[in-house]
């Protein structure tokens, strides 16, 4: 059974930085077929932020291309999302997803809240 664990969020300044871990325990991450960060902020709805296809295909929500980065981590089975120049906009509850046919696994979300 897969299960992943949310960890990093909080709170930061806007222009500051985050990296988000999911753990991925009782699968490879290497081995899952599609890997993505999603938020949702109060009241709207889950979005896309970032997503690794099949280990080949890489893409990112328009408001967060060319500041957040996703990356994984073989040696300790874990998903990241390095966010840089965060505005408070950015502020949600971040959810890490992976595809594992047939079903959708999801993490408990971390929030992030981005306030001066």
């Known amino acids: 059974q897969v299960q992943l664990v949310e960890s990093g969020g909080g709170l930061v300044q806007p222009g500051g930085s985050l990296r988000l871990s999911c753990g991925v325990s009782?699968?490879?991450?290497?081995?899952?077929?599609?890997m993505g960060w999603y938020r949702q902020a109060p009241g709207e709805q889950r979005e896309l932020v970032a997503q690794?296809?099949?280990?080949?295909?890489?893409n990112y929500a328009d408001s967060v291309k060319g500041r957040f980065t996703i990356s994984r981590d073989s040696a300790k089975n874990t998903l990241y999302l390095q966010m840089n120049n965060l505005t408070p906009e950015d502020t949600a509850v971040y959810y890490c997803?992976?595809?594992?046919?047939?079903?959708?696994?999801w993490g408990q979300g971390t929030q992030v809240t981005v306030s001066s």
């Open positions: 009782g699968r490879s991450i290497f081995s899952i077929y599609a």
């Open positions: 690794i296809v099949n280990s080949i295909s890489i």
């Open positions: 997803k992976a595809e594992i046919f047939p079903r959708e696994v």
